[in-house]
């Protein structure tokens, strides 16, 4: 008889464990992502690593948008909630597009660039990872996760011009041999790892935001 009572009493759900267990996610989707451009491992298992772990990703956002449509109280605004974890399903949906593309082109010639980008990645998503708990205290934390933000914000950078000289090394190479067909792959290649970089820079603006808005 009291289910409609318990139904108007305030309610939060967790959702910095869910912001939590989808950066995990993103981070092991990016090691094995850095493995597959280095020829460590099986590249077969390391693409299904990929794949599970987007899957993975994709039943959390389903959890966090679930609680936020039955959530009365949440920690952030529901805008900003929906924001951060879509930046950051965007960046491992990227992160599945670029190993799959290796695994449709059946891409190891991997250039010292994409290995630097894809490291990069790893890292970025790694300070992403760090700084996320720091969300369940954003008064206390603010000043860090800004700094955190700004050091994420500089990698995409670093990761832009990586891609601009890797893109150059590239041409230069299918030029002088002629093949054409493994430059538009390895472009192909470079245009993913750069949007997983875009992507994360948005996962980075994100979090600022939130910052700004309750530090």
Known sequence: MFDWFHR?????????SLFERHSAACVAAAEA???LTKG?????KLCVEIQDREHEADEIIR????EVRHTFLTPFDRGAIIALIGAMDDTIDEIHACATAIELYDFSDFEPEMKEMADKVLGAMKMIDDGLPMLRDVARNGN???RLTAQVVSV???VDRIHDRGLKS???RA??????????VGREIYKHLERIADEFEDVANQIDGIVVDHA
């Not at 460590?40 to 077969?44: A, C, I, L, Q």
């Not at 959890?63 to 679930?66: M, T």
């Not at 030029?175 to 538009?184: P, Q």
């Open 8 to 16: 108007l009493m305030p309610q939060s759900g967790d959702f910095f």
């Open 33 to 35: 992502l850095a493995k």
């Open 40 to 44: 460590e491992g099986d590249p077969v």
């Open 63 to 66: 959890q966090v948008l679930n």
């Open 144 to 146: 860090d996760l800004h």
């Open 156 to 158: 995409e950078g670093e």
């Open 170 to 172: 590239n041409y230069a």
């Open 175 to 184: 030029k002088a041999s002629g093949d054409t067909l493994r430059f538009m």
